[in-house]
């Protein structure tokens, strides 16, 4: 009797994925919390992978009676290398009397941080559930497959559903033609010679019959010949191609003065890992570009723009202005997709607001795709927000943009964008 | 020149699906030579992450669906990511046939070792064991495991997610209590199991009807109203207690509690063998491997590979180790056992003082014996000889917190011997692992409260822990609950109190 032995290995995978996402379900309140701070940690073009989350290990401990410390305790260990009977000891610190007890162990422990690792799929779920993101967004977002799959001639190999039947039946009489030939052509002699002997009086039957043998043997053999052969089968072919996709770049405009406070940077740059998981969606290859300002504007990477303070006034149009030089310099319209992406509080030269405006319907809006103004702010809206609200009214489908409290507000600024791409 | 040895089972490390069937065929033979009797079983073959699953599940093929187990899952997961664990080689489940899993990653020598760990050891341990024979019903586990997941499954859809979310939470949490420690459950059967389902569920409605039906009479004489008292015994079984007498809970969820219950209990026994059921396969393994060793069926290096993973099971770290973490239940099983054929083979004349009755005698009967009618507690008791307490250098530590030091109670000399064992088979005891906390009493004239009290032993308080766990108590009874204790001075005082009123609506 031989044993059975089953291989599973191709058998259904993550059988834990509804328990997983039960957990994740049932406190996502404060694995919110921790992705909160993670997005904080985090560059904006990194939402390409999971996260690692830590949650307070009081709140998911599963309490049963236990036997606390307290009382009196027997435990037997191994390797005595030093007591007799009736020595005393100190009691070890951190209550280490009770090691031995192994999972019995009282409550004390279990209460540090719960950390596990949530999955590209799940950190993005959360990201987008804080943005309420219409669902139809949310799919689209995180779709991962990126691929066309369109019509590529003929192979000679695939599934029944696929033959054609055209051109399958078109091959087989080509080959029937092809491997008939010879014998067909052979055929007409042979008859051609029956006739002659056939038409001579004095008949030789002996060589009448060989070559009536002959022809049935031919016929035989034409006969022979299959009507369809694996040999025709043509299917439609299709192949995957990726979907055209080119290169874009995106310009992080932020207002650094004193008056943006972390919380409001915080708020941005949600604003702009929204529009950069946009972007990643549908272009091959992503730039962006972060510009700072006060009351000068400079290009700085990442880490700088998020994190250094800086203090002043405000000036608006010097972002705007290195924005359109450095489009001139680097990213010429004819190869490039343009994003723009601006996050301030509002505050701005009383001067400089109409000169913003001129650039950006002059300079700016012209290049891009879409531009897209936060004010994160409850004040009332200064000069910069009633300029621009000129420029939303004229540049409709082109230009949004909105105030923000939170971060469930920023979606409406993408409204339009992501409804152009969906339609 | 090397000249292969044409006895060898298999060449190489890596494992294929004959060479593990031509090992098993082989383990099977020498384990019949040795009189193993054991389930039919059936190997399968799992990846890591699947490992990982089953370890959520406890080892199960299916089990019903909840958080915790995600929770575990995640826990698992990211220890093993990290590196600060390995999986486990093996995990088999007590069911017939009986299925060990076997994971991809392992060499074929482990493969080897794991088929005669678990398809062998732990095999014979469940068919031949009296506590798994008795509480266990190896045949249907899986089946009512299929039938306590679609059954969940139903509740759910029909009550929603959170309602039987928060149900099971509340069996969960009573499930270290919720286990029969002497009674023999039935066994189990999918299709019995289905239909007494519906029966069980309109009968029993009927019967809790019944104890509420008469109103109090408050004109009775108070004495004999509280002469019937109820339970009439103290229940120590509270889920037992939960699901039979709770007054409002709907069938579905007597159901569900029941389904805990049963499956808590079936992994009772497990929890009640672990330093003979570990020791016990590693020493089927140990020696299993060992007699195709002998045989000329193995090569050195399938040996040295396998002494190395075996001897790092066995390891005992010492108290004062870093390592240390409790006496490590496959060495001490495992010396235990080969204490035993040794004291059989070749008996000292201590252990002939110590052992009149096995000392000299055949070590298989011996074994079958032992195997079958022990557990941890009892085993210690019986067969630790003071042998094997010098080797283990074992102490005993009481810490009374009326004192301000430990004391060293007992250690590894000839005074210390009996006592020492008794104090190690007491911590195999869970029976005082486990508080003991019983079903008073229901005051069925007054409130309907229910009464629970704790009988500490040695002055061990309840950990903090019973304050969340009460609330859970509170919600399956549907009325108040109170939690009692002994006062040094021997009478009773609450610790702990619910109230709970919920009402049924309409």
Known sequence: MTVRIIDRRLDSRNKSSINRSRFIHRFKGQIRKAVADAIAHRGIRDLQNGEKIGIPGKDISEPQFRIGRGGVRDVVHPGNDRFHRGDEVERPLGGGAGQGKGKASPDGEGMDEFVFTLTRDEFLDIFFDELALPNLVKRQLARIDDYKRVR????????????????????????????????????????????????????????????????????????AIPFVDPFDLRYSNRIRIPQPSTQAVMFCLMDVSGSMDEAKKQMAKRFFMLLYLFLNRNYEHIEVVFIRHHTLAEEVDEDTFFHARETGGTIVSTALQLMRDIIAERYA??????????????????????????????????KVQYFAYIEISDSEPQNLWREYEELAASHAGHFAMQRIAAASDIYPVFRELFRRRLA | MR??????????????????????????????????????????????????????AIGMPVYYHHWSFGKHFLETENRYKRGHMGLAYEIVINSDPCIAYLMEENTLTMQALVIAHAAYGHNSFFKGNHLFKQWTSADAIVDYLVFARNYIAECE?????????????????????????????????????????????????????????????????PAAARERRFPEEPEENLLYFIEKHAPLLEPWQREIVRIVRKIGQYFYPQRQTQVMNEGWATFWHYTLLHTLYDEGKVSDGFMMEFLHSHTNVVYQPPYNSNWYSGINPYALGFAMWRDIRRICEAPTDEDRHWFPEIAGSDWRETFTFAMHNFKDESFVAQYLSPRLMREFRFFAIRDDDYKPRLEVDAIHDEPGYRELRRKLAEQYNLGSADPNIQVWDVDL??????????????????????????????????????????????????????????????
């Open chain 1, 333 to 366: 319209t004819s190869a490039w997709n343009i994003y723009g992406a601006q996050a301030s509080d509002g505050d701005n030269w009383n001067d400089d607001s109409p000169l913003c405006r001129e650039l950006l319907a002059d300079a700016i809006l012209p």
């Open chain 2, 157 to 221: 859809e029909r009550h929603g997610q959170d309602a039987v979310e928060e149900l099971i939470d509340a069996c969960h949490a009573l499930s270290n209590v919720g286990v029969d420690r002497y009674k023999r459950s039935p066994p189990l059967s999918l299709a019995r199991e289905k239909e007494r389902q519906r029966e069980r569920e309109t009968y029993l409605q009927s019967q809790i009807n019944d104890l509420w039906r008469t109103l109090p009479k408050h004109q009775a004489d």
């Open chain 2, 445 to 506: 004239q007054g409130d309907r409260s229910l009464t629970l009290r704790y009988f500490s032993h040695q002055r061990r308080p309840l950990a903090a822990s019973q304050e969340a766990v009460l609330d859970h108590v509170a919600r399956l009874w549907g009325f108040a609950v109170r939690l009692e204790q002994p006062t040094p001075t021997g009478e009773w005082q609450v610790i702990a109190e619910r109230k709970y009123e919920r009402r049924k609506i309409g």
């Open chain 2, 3 to 56: 000249k292969k040895s044409p006895r060898l089972i298999a060449e190489g490390s890596d494992w294929t699906i004959e060479a593990i069937a031509k090992y098993d065929a082989e383990i099977g033979r020498v384990a019949k030579a040795y009189g193993l009797d054991t389930y039919r079983h059936q190997l399968e073959i799992i990846t890591a992450e699947q490992m990982m699953d089953a370890y959520a």
């Open chain 1, 152 to 223: 590529a001639g003929y192979t000679q190999s695939g599934v029944p559903t696929n033959i054609n039947l055209v051109r399958t039946m078109r091959g087989a009489a080509g080959r029937r033609i092809a491997v008939g030939g010879p014998y067909a052509a052979r055929l007409r002699e042979l008859q051609a010679e029956l006739d002659e002997a056939l038409k001579e009086t004095p008949g030789d039957p002996q060589e009448i019959e060989r070559l009536q043998r002959e022809i049935a043997c031919l016929r035989a053999r034409q006969e």
